[in-house]
């Protein structure tokens, strides 16, 4: 039978009860997978952590032993075609190649493999057998090693299955995100398989693309960073104040539970319909991880009618340490957020407004940096792993992280101030499509210090006007009062995060308009 996927690159596996643990065991085996007897050996040898991100190996019935050398700093052209990308570095990789040849591990990443399938056997693996290693992205310090286990991974598996209710079998995942950062492993190749669904897998990070393959494919999960929630969200508030409906949209999305009670659910589909158009006509949930989501942003999701699954979590917690995820139980309860079964979250040493330390543990957490007990020892108390981000639960328990801890601004008087939160309040005027606050000192006092890339055209005086007026939400020693414009993308990370290091270097050597200039 014709598959309507046969254009793209697909997985599209109808999976039972039966093939499912098997399944799951090749894939526990296959993509991003280390054998650790083979690897640690290599990583002291071989491998320049600074250089190398990850490596590949699959050690699996039917696939050859590979090695695939990527790096998170790659442009978007190597992506498009890594085979030739990875030919011009062949100079500054032939050390390693030579190395592997000497230790007797081929290397081969153009040619397929006619090896017979019988000549290979499953690994001799326990659960607790390191099966994957990655690197941190290095952001804030020196990238570490992290060691995820066979355990860890199924740990996700099972942990996958309480989101049955609202993610069911045959959905198909819209995947684009790269397979070197965590959030596309989990997302990308685990979760669309133990929850028996479909990804159809889009190479060109461009949004026009995404659109269009919305509207054919008509996916129902939709993954994403905030980045590009936030993009969606701007595109959408603009072509409704374009048709002058902004107002009326707002008004029927905040009073859709009232109107559909009282029979005019047809007013809240009729405004909401198009939105849900943009997306395909077919979308569910949307999913967002990598980075912090604006709770602004995800409240307009919600509104609109999507289930929105807000992840928090790291590498070392094997991706998603925790899920504000709201929706419908088959029992008619309604759930808001919390760990992935077998873990916990908690927050350590909270101030009077809740706000302290995130903590995890659990089933997902990595057993510990690889050949690093200094790193070890800093992140482990009483078998917690201390995230070195802050935040605080809801009274829905729902996380709200407040940013690194690094990050916090201590001001002169003591006080704290939390730069994703005045990033989201001010993420909310149009005219500014990003933010980066951070701590700068100004006439010898520490000040919260602002950058914001703006819609072009928009003025130093606009930009004064709509913060100041964002200021009158919250407390006055948060305010911001020094700042600075461009029209210009900020830089990011891989998982398009703002790099607030970055941009106050920048920011110094005069990259931008200043306000205070």
């Known amino acids: 039978m014709k598959n309507q996927y046969q254009d793209k690159d697909t997985l599209f596996d109808d999976l039972d009860e039966v093939v499912l643990p098997t399944a799951l065991a090749t894939m526990s085996n296959a993509a991003m997978n280390v054998l650790y007897h083979q690897t640690k050996k290599m990583m002291g040898r071989i491998v320049d952590y600074k250089e190398l991100r990850m490596i590949y190996a699959c050690a ?209 589909d009729k405004v909401t319909k198009p939105i849900h158009d943009l997306f395909g006509g077919n979308t569910k949930v949307l999913v967002s991880a990598g980075a912090t989501l604006k709770p602004s942003i995800r409240k307009f999701y919600e509104r609109l009618g999507f289930v929105v699954g807000d992840c928090y979590g790291l590498t070392e917690t094997t991706g998603p340490g925790n899920f504000n995820f709201a929706f419908r139980r088959p029992d008619g309860s309604m759930y808001y957020a919390g760990p992935l079964t077998g873990n916990e979250i908690k927050i350590h040493n909270p101030n009077k407004e809740g706000i302290g330390e995130i903590w995890i543990r659990g089933n997902m957490v990595m057993p510990g940096y690889i050949d690093n007990d200094q790193a070890n020892a800093e992140a ?22 407040k940013g690194r801890q690094k990050q916090v601004i201590v001001l002169d008087s003591g006080k704290n101030v939390y730069p994703d939160e005045l990033e989201d309040l001010y993420l909310q005027n149009e005219e500014i499509l990003a933010a980066a606050v951070f701590e700068y000192v100004i006439k010898g006092k520490i000040v919260p210090y602002a950058v914001f890339q703006v819609k072009p055209g928009t003025s130093i005086e606009r930009v004064e006007f709509l913060i100041k007026k964002s200021n009158l939400a919250i407390a006055q020693y948060k305010w911001v009062k020094h700042f600075a414009i461009t029209e210009e993308e900020l830089p990011q990370t891989s998982a398009k995060k703002i790099k607030h290091f970055a941009v106050r270097k920048m920011l110094d050597d005069g990259a931008f308009k200043r306000a205070d200039a």
């Open 60 to 268: 699996m019935k039917e696939i050859k032993t590979k090695f695939d050398i990527l790096n998170t700093e790659f442009n978007l052209q190597y992506h498009r075609n890594p085979i030739n990308s990875i030919q011009t570095r062949l100079k500054s990789t032939a050390s390693i190649i030579e190395k592997l040849a000497k230790l007797n591990i081929p290397v081969d990443i153009e040619n397929v493999d006619d090896t017979n399938p019988d000549d290979f056997v499953p690994a001799d693996v326990v659960p607790e057998d390191i099966a994957q290693l990655s690197f941190t992205s290095g952001s804030t310090g020196n990238p570490k090693v992290v060691g995820l286990t066979h355990s860890n991974l199924l740990g996700l598996v099972e942990g996958a299955q309480f989101y049955k209710p609202v993610i069911l079998p045959g959905y198909t995942f819209y995947g684009f995100l790269p397979l070197y950062h965590i959030y596309g492993v989990v997302i990308n190749i685990i979760v669309p398989v133990c929850l028996q669904g479909k990804l159809l897998l889009q190479p060109v990070l461009k949004p026009q693309e995404f659109l269009k393959d919305f509207k054919q494919y008509k996916p129902e999960v939709i993954p994403a960073v905030p980045r590009i929630w936030e993009v969606f969200y701007k595109k959408i508030v603009d072509a409704a104040k374009q048709k002058h409906a902004w107002t009326l949209m707002r008004v029927v999305v905040s009073l859709r539970h009232v109107l559909r009670a009282i029979g005019l659910g047809f007013v809240v």
């Open 380 to 401: 482990f108390e009483d078998g917690w792993f201390k995230t070195g981000d802050i935040g605080m639960l809801d009274r829905k328990r729902r996380l709200i992280v």
